[in-house]
């Protein structure tokens, strides 16, 4: 098992770990999925593909 696997499956348990005792299958399936979003956007930002809020906000006509 590479270290990488390791360390999702660790993190897997400590996710389900810390769910409150009624979870379902859902709650779990919602948790993953932010953690993979959290890790997607920061893999996003150390490879430099982030727009800062300055652009976005001109992009949508909104204030400074």
Do not use: C
């Not at 348990?13 to 299958?25: K, T």
């Amino acid at each position: 098992m590479s270290v990488i696997a390791h360390d999702i499956k660790q993190a897997a348990h400590q996710l389900i770990d810390g769910l409150p005792d009624g979870a379902g299958w859902k709650d779990i399936i919602y948790e993953l999925s932010v953690m993979q979003d959290i890790e997607d956007g920061l893999a996003d930002s150390d490879a430099g593909r982030v727009t800062d809020n300055t652009s976005i906000r001109k992009q949508f006509g909104l204030p400074e």
